[in-house]
Antibody, heavy 119, light 110 residues
């Protein structure tokens, strides 16, 4: 069974940085497009960004609210996905989910990791 | 940006009865490859979201056949033929044609 396990969440002050990780198992990570989706407390789902597989260029794209502040990367040798978050704002407080991308949407989701941005 | 609008936002239902959720997009979701990238997700209380339907009407593996998706262009519907107690939760539509945007969510309650 495909599994995605996020880690790295926590409490950080506004303006600070945090790195989230997502460890993937039971499928060929290097073949997958991956994304991050977040959910603010009591709110709906918001796409954060994606990274393509290396054979498709390995490029990244981001939602407007995080562009220039967040960076997605991957290490196919470790089956890991990362989300580097800089210049964090209180409105970045959310559960962050790692997902696979296929057939036009988020196919498999992790359990999420919670990020709280507060002074 | 493509705006996804769901209705209703709250849906009280009775076990064994049908339920229907509507989703409208602010522009056509037909992609240049001819596909329409409209998905539906279920989020049970305290759980991560789970995809139920992709490309309008295709059920993901393991999804009960009481869930069905339909629609085209800008208007889409998720139907549950006979609601079960385990279906309680939030339901989101999402478009994947112009990047990705989600609807506001519909709370299904019994």
């Amino acid at each position: 069974e495909v599994q995605l396990v996020e880690s790295g969440g926590g409490l950080v002050k506004p303006g600070g940085s945090l790195i989230l990780s997502c460890e993937v198992s039971a499928f060929t990570f290097s073949d997958a497009w991956m994304s991050w989706v977040r959910q603010a407390p009591g709110k709906g789902l918001e796409w954060v960004g994606l990274i393509k597989r290396k054979s498709d260029g390995g490029t990244t794209d981001y939602a407007a609210p995080v562009k220039g502040r967040f960076t997605i990367s991957r290490d196919d040798s470790k089956n890991k996905l990362y989300l580097q978050m800089d210049s964090l704002k209180t409105e970045d407080t959310a559960i962050y989910y790692c997902t696979t991308l296929s057939l036009g949407g988020m196919a498999v989701w992790g359990q999420g990791t919670t990020v709280t941005v507060s002074s | 940006d493509v705006v996804m609008t769901q209705s209703p936002l709250s849906l009280p239902v009775t076990v064994g009865q049908p339920a229907s959720i509507s989703c409208r997009s602010s522009q056509s979701l037909v992609y240049s490859d001819g596909n329409t990238y409209l998905s539906w997700f279920q989020q049970r209380p305290g759980q991560s979201p789970r995809r139920l339907i992709y490309k309008v009407s295709n059920r993901d593996s393991g999804v009960p056949d009481r869930f069905g998706g339909s629609g085209s262009g800008t208007d889409f519907t998720l139907k549950i033929s006979r609601v079960e107690a385990e279906d309680v939760g939030l339901y989101y539509c999402m478009q994947g044609t112009h990047w990705y945007t989600f609807g506001q969510g519909t709370k299904l309650e019994i």
